[in-house]
């Protein structure tokens, strides 16, 4: 009886010991705020060196501390990133991290905060900001840094981690005339099966939004906004199932009045006897 009991709690203990290994696994940015390597208040400093500031990068990169004349400080704390271009044909300006503990196959997106340069400096139109993968697949074209000396949100397109280890590179362009862009706070989120729209939820939206793009079952290429939540580059019924089997589609009905048209609810209702029946 003993000996049943202990065995009952070894494989209690086994079960928790796994789930908190698993909901431990978190895929982050190291000095995400760029809070470490103290830089003087109303001070900046070009190509840190020091071993807390983890990223590396191209020359004109740097942090910024507080108000001056890179801005009125981070969007939390004090200091912030920034990447300049300054009369350099050719040569725009990048830092990179490597970042671990990703699951192969599994979707996800950076959030990050980004500004621009206050004051007259360059003639303050901002500059463009573009993010790539591993050298090679861009998850953020171009996107303008909108915010004159205002922190503003933003969130990358989905990528699919190719191994536990990715390599992430933020860079600008160049330039003849003085481009700065600011960046606080980046994150790695891992998407939620169905979330099209990347807003952290599966629900009827993300439904709308695939639908929308008009690539069911068509022999052509699909992205996870496009509906490919399998992986497989196409948007199919196999895609539907296997976001419905999470359940998460259900537990949103039950919050909101669905808005899909009849056509899709008629597919939904297919889909769901289907995966009730497996
Ligand atoms: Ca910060
Ligand atoms: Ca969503
Ligand atoms: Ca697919």
């Known amino acids: 009886m ?30 995400a705020g760029f809070e470490d390597s103290i830089v003087p208040t109303g001070s900046f400093l070009y190509r840190p060196t020091s071993a807390q500031v983890i990223w590396t990068g191209t020359d004109n990169w740097g942090l910024a501390n507080g108000p001056g004349p890179w801005g009125s400080g981070g969007h939390t704390g004090q200091q912030h990133a920034f990447l300049q271009t300054y009369n350099s044909p050719g040569m725009g300006s990048s830092i990179s991290q490597a970042v671990g503990d990703f699951d192969p196959g599994s979707a996800y997106v950076i959030d990050y905060w980004m500004a621009r340069r206050n004051g007259n400096v360059g003639g303050n139109d901002g500059t463009l900001l573009t993010v790539k993968v591993n050298n090679s697949e861009v998850i953020v074209d171009n996107e303008l840094s909108a915010g004159d ?126 995966c009730r029946r497996r």
């Open 2 to 31: 003993l000996r049943t009991n202990c065995a009952s709690w070894l494989g209690l203990i086994s079960v928790v010991l796994l789930v908190g290994v698993s909901t431990t696994r978190a895929q982050e940015f190291r000095n």
């Open 149 to 274: 000396g205002i922190w503003l949100p933003y969130t990358s397109r989905a990528f699919r981690a190719s191994s536990e280890f990715q390599l992430f590179t933020f860079s600008v362009p160049s330039s003849n005339r003085d481009r700065t862009l600011l960046l606080d706070d980046l994150s790695i989120r891992r998407l939620q099966v169905g979330d099209a729209n990347r807003d952290g939820a599966f629900d009827s939206s993300d439904l709308a939004a695939v639908f929308a793009v008009g690539k069911y079952n068509l022999d052509v290429d699909a992205g996870w906004s496009d509906g490919d939540w399998n992986g497989d580059d196409r948007f199919g019924t196999a895609d539907l199932i296997v976001a419905m089997q999470t359940g998460e589609y259900e537990k949103s009905q039950a919050t909101q009045v669905p808005e899909p048209n009849s056509g899709v609810l008629s597919l939904l209702g297919f889909i769901i006897v289907c």
